[in-house]
């Protein structure tokens, strides 16, 4: 039998996409031997845009060369760096200007948020999450319930989902009935890391707003995956980490999401710093307590942000803003429906990820008998790198700037044969 997909075509097929020329824009891991790896692991690390070597080394030299002037003077001066970089961020999340900043770290910035959102009362204290909650999103809402004098066990409850794998609006709606009105705050994943489902997001924030129930959620596997609408579909908070298909590298600095509707809210604790506060008054050193948040989603920031944590995701998202997200999405329906094609070809396997395009990002996680781990070092050692979930998931993430048809073909053709072996 032929193998499951052929060199060849994925070859063609690469020629006549246009989008295949981002990948030179990135630095693409070698195996072993030389060659360049057939990288899927997007959903964990992005890879290294070129550009950010260069500029890293341009804002060292201004450090080196400016010292504490560097933070004003010059085209590249630091002090309002941030708020460039949330400026570039909007398209890709779908928001307003002023409702989007960079700060932070993903769980951190989730607390601070959660700080200000969740309003727990003796009669509406829950908070509800997925069934495949990625674990820091579970520790977080647990703290902030025991923070605020409740039980875990008792106050976070999970969506009850016919199919835990595939969780719908339905599954919410009988889900806050079995709890009438005891939720206060919804936290889900934009798409789930797990199984890589795309959430309604929409039908679910209808049904969340008509119950009164703050909707916050967690982009990490949703931004610069799938197109995203926050200020249009009503949701009032979000976060999410930028080392993934933002590109920024490890650890980097987070993104987050207030909308408009709450940044006049006087009610609203925060947790207050002094980048938060009004710049006219930031640096007023007469002992003044009285903060005075910024009138947009700059109010919740607190320190001043790392200047090398912003360059990489500055590049990163000028990438981004030059190839359009509508572009890219289009380029990644166009992989993954590739990368669907051969998985239904191999005996055994089977993926847990919708298949429909509208309900998925780029991430396709597979179901495979046997050690999902295992089977994992196998691929690397030949140069194929997917993410593992034990005990039988293997995740695969065909990411549209650097993935290409022939990454795919030989990742599925080293795979069915690893497989039937």
């Not at 049904?207 to 200020?231: C, M, Q, R, W, Y």
């Not at 002094?274 to 700059?298: C, E, K, L, V, Y």
């Amino acid at each position: 039998m032929p193998p499951a997909l052929d060199l060849d075509e994925a070859s063609e097929l690469d020629t006549q996409d246009t989008l295949t020329k981002i990948r030179k824009e990135f630095e693409i891991p070698k195996h072993s031997d030389g060659s360049e790896q057939a990288y899927f692991a997007g959903n964990s690390l992005g890879l290294l845009p070129k550009r950010t070597r260069i500029a890293i080394t341009r804002a060292l030299d201004q450090w080196g060369e400016k010292g504490v002037a560097g933070h004003f003077d010059g085209k590249e001066a630091w002090y309002q760096l941030d708020e460039e970089i949330a400026t570039l961020q909007t398209d890709i999340v779908g928001c307003l200007p002023s409702e989007t900043g960079i700060m932070g770290s993903l769980t951190t910035n989730l607390h601070m948020l959660m700080a200000s959102f969740y309003r727990p009362t003796a009669a509406k204290k829950k908070i509800i999450i997925e069934p495949h909650a990625f674990p820091s999103d579970r520790y977080a809402v647990a703290a902030q319930v025991e923070w605020h004098g409740g039980e875990p066990n008792n106050d976070v409850i999970k969506i009850e989902a016919e199919n835990p794998d595939l969780i719908t609006p339905d599954d919410l709606e009988r889900t806050l009935h079995n709890h009438k009105n005891e939720v206060c705050l919804a936290l889900l994943g934009g798409v789930n890391y797990y199984t890589g489902q795309f959430l309604d997001i929409p039908a679910f924030a209808s049904i969340l707003k008509s119950k009164e129930i703050t909707f916050g959620l967690d982009l990490a596997h949703a931004v610069g995956n799938v197109p995203l609408k926050l200020h249009d579909w009503g949701i009032d908070f979000a976060s999410w980490c930028t080392y993934k298909y933002l590109n920024a590298g490890p650890g980097s600095i987070a993104g987050y999401f207030v909308n408009q509707e709450h940044h006049d809210n006087k009610d609203l604790i925060r947790l207050a710093g002094w980048w938060g506060n009004d710049p006219d008054t930031r640096f007023d050193m007469h002992g003044q307590m009285n903060f005075i948040p910024r009138p947009s989603a700059d109010g919740w920031k607190t320190s001043n942000p790392s200047l090398m944590a912003m360059v990489p995701l500055k590049e990163s998202l000028e990438i981004f803003a030059f190839y359009g997200m509508t572009a890219l999405r289009e380029r990644s329906i166009r992989l993954t429906n590739y990368f669907e094609k051969g998985i239904k070809l191999i005996e055994s396997i089977s993926s847990i990820t919708p298949e429909n395009p509208e309900m998925r990002g780029c991430q396709v996680s597979i179901r495979v008998s046997g050690n999902a781990s295992k089977l994992e070092k196998e691929l690397i050692n030949l140069g194929i790198v997917p993410d593992a979930r034990d005990p039988d998931i293997l995740r695969f993430a065909p990411v549209p700037m650097y993935s290409t048809f022939v990454d795919i073909a030989r990742g599925i053709r080293t795979l069915e044969q690893l497989v039937a072996n």
